[in-house]
């Protein structure tokens, strides 16, 4: 938990520092270049942390985290200075109802495959429902909310917050997926598993530098929807892998992946902020993360439970049939964002473009 806060709030202050200082016209750009570290490092942790559990033990893997975190620190003290900026006092009352809510959400998920704690269940569930409702008729109704809910009467932040929440609950589901299948149904080492999971997010990086040409030269409908066929079609290759696919199939099937992954995430990321105004900046990015957050962690939830569910139906010894069952369901979670960019106008945040 600790750990959570801390990191949780690293990548909303840096994004809204860049923000702020951008024109619209930047925008693209600017946020292109933020997501890179982003992209790059998870390039190397599966491979690291397959050889460090390799070689050596899993203490390692925090281990190494700290001489870059004082890097970080360091940084940070001598690069990052304080601006002026509206001073409010916190919304406790909405902090408290928020966190009780997803608390709520992520335990019914995590519970809902358990049979003998159905009524546990049940009661989160009904209680995120609740408490959920509570917090967003606080937030619309005080003064200063904790998350300001009425930037969603703006269609393109709408859009990429509903559509995109469900993308990133999909993709981020995804690299959960992949080593648990590699390594407990086709029993490949974890480095032998780091290496092809590696393989996604050379994808992320590789496409990366023709991301901004693609939206200048189509636009985000047409760019969204077809990072979002493309994951689609991903994702049903992946439900039909088996243990006897060539390695090298699957290592250009998680390439691709990662590439349809990266189109998507910059499209959503950038058109997010394309009609928001200054003042609007602070709490839409506030926003934006939370969200972010919550659909990473809800993604791996549904992945775990789908697993479960699966298991419960099959034999003992039919190890593919869980994670076919999961990846055919994220499929179809991803229908959800098709439904979603087609809403879009064609000429969607065509000042960020220069397409209008």
Same mark, same amino acid.
């Given at each position: 938990?600790?750990?959570?806060?801390?990191?949780?709030?690293?990548?909303?202050?840096?994004?809204?520092?860049?923000?702020?200082?951008?024109?619209?016209?930047?925008?693209?750009?600017?946020?292109?270049?933020? /997501?890179?570290?982003?992209?790059?490092?998870? #390039?190397?942790?599966?491979?690291?942390?397959?050889?460090?559990?390799?070689?050596?033990?899993?203490?390692?893997?925090?281990?190494?985290?700290?001489?870059?975190?004082?890097?970080?620190?360091?940084?940070?003290?001598?690069?990052?200075?304080?601006?002026?900026?509206?001073?409010?006092?916190?919304?406790?009352?909405?902090?408290?109802?928020?966190?009780?809510?997803?608390?709520?959400?992520?335990?019914?998920?995590?519970?809902?495959?358990?049979?003998?704690?159905?009524?546990?269940?049940?009661?989160?569930?009904?209680?995120?429902? *609740?408490?959920?409702?509570?917090?967003?008729?606080?937030?619309?109704?005080?003064?200063?909310?904790?998350?300001?809910?009425?930037?969603?009467?703006?269609?393109?932040?709408?859009? /990429?917050?509903?559509?995109?929440?469900? =993308?990133?609950?999909?993709?981020?589901?995804?690299?959960?997926?992949?080593?648990?299948?590699?390594?407990?149904?086709?029993?490949?080492?974890?480095?032998?598993?780091?290496? #092809?999971?590696?393989?996604?997010?050379?994808?992320? #990086?590789?496409?990366?530098?023709?991301?901004?040409?693609?939206?200048?030269?189509?636009?985000?409908?047409?760019?969204?929807?077809?990072?979002?066929?493309? /994951?689609?079609?991903?994702?049903?290759? !992946?439900?039909?892998?088996?243990?006897?696919?060539?390695?090298?199939?699957?290592?250009?099937?998680?390439?691709?992946?990662?590439? !349809?992954?990266?189109?998507?995430?910059?499209?959503?990321?950038?058109?997010? !902020?394309?009609? *928001? +105004?200054?003042?609007?900046?602070?709490?839409?990015?506030?926003?934006?993360?939370?969200?972010?957050?919550?659909?990473?962690?809800?993604?791996?939830?549904?992945?775990? /439970?789908?697993?479960?569910?699966?298991?419960?139906?099959?034999?003992?010894? +039919?190890?593919?049939?869980? =994670?076919?069952?999961?990846?055919?369901?994220?499929?179809?979670?991803?229908?959800?964002?098709?439904?979603?960019?087609?809403?879009?106008?064609?000429?969607?945040?065509?000042?960020?473009?220069?397409?209008?």
């Amino acid at each position: 938990m600790l750990q959570g806060f801390a990191g949780g709030m690293m990548a909303p202050v840096g994004r809204l520092i860049v923000l702020r200082g951008a024109a619209k016209t930047e925008l693209l750009r600017s946020i292109a270049l933020i /997501t890179w570290p982003a992209l790059l490092a998870p #390039v190397l942790a599966p491979v690291l942390g397959g050889l460090i559990v390799t070689v050596s033990t899993w203490h390692w893997i925090f281990i190494l985290n700290v001489p870059i975190g004082v890097a970080a620190f360091v940084a940070a003290l001598i690069m990052v200075q304080d601006r002026a900026t509206e001073r409010r006092t916190l919304d406790w009352l909405g902090l408290l109802l928020t966190s009780a809510a997803v608390l709520a959400l992520l335990l019914a998920v995590e519970l809902v495959a358990a049979g003998d704690a159905m009524l546990i269940t049940l009661f989160s569930g009904i209680a995120a429902l *609740l408490i959920g409702g509570g917090a967003v008729w606080w937030m619309l109704g005080t003064r200063h909310p904790l998350l300001n809910l009425r930037v969603f009467g703006i269609p393109t932040f709408r859009v /990429t917050n509903s559509g995109g929440f469900v =993308f990133r609950l999909v993709v981020n589901a995804v690299p959960f997926l992949l080593p648990l299948l590699f390594q407990d149904a086709f029993g490949w080492t974890p480095l032998e598993s780091g290496f #092809v999971v590696g393989a996604l997010f050379v994808g992320n #990086v590789g496409i990366k530098p023709t991301t901004t040409p693609l939206l200048r030269r189509f636009g985000f409908r047409a760019v969204l929807l077809g990072s979002l066929v493309g /994951t689609i079609l991903c994702l049903v290759l !992946f439900a039909l892998l088996g243990s006897d696919t060539p390695t090298a199939a699957i290592a250009v099937l998680a390439l691709v992946s990662g590439a !349809f992954r990266s189109v998507g995430f910059t499209a959503y990321n950038t058109l997010q !902020f394309a009609d *928001l +105004d200054a003042e609007q900046l602070g709490s839409a990015n506030t926003l934006s993360a939370t969200l972010a957050q919550l659909a990473s962690g809800l993604g791996i939830a549904i992945a775990a /439970t789908s697993l479960r569910l699966g298991d419960a139906s099959v034999s003992a010894d +039919d190890l593919l049939s869980p =994670f076919r069952l999961a990846f055919l369901l994220l499929a179809a979670l991803t229908l959800v964002c098709v439904v979603s960019a087609l809403l879009l106008p064609k000429d969607a945040a065509g000042h960020v473009t220069a397409r209008v």
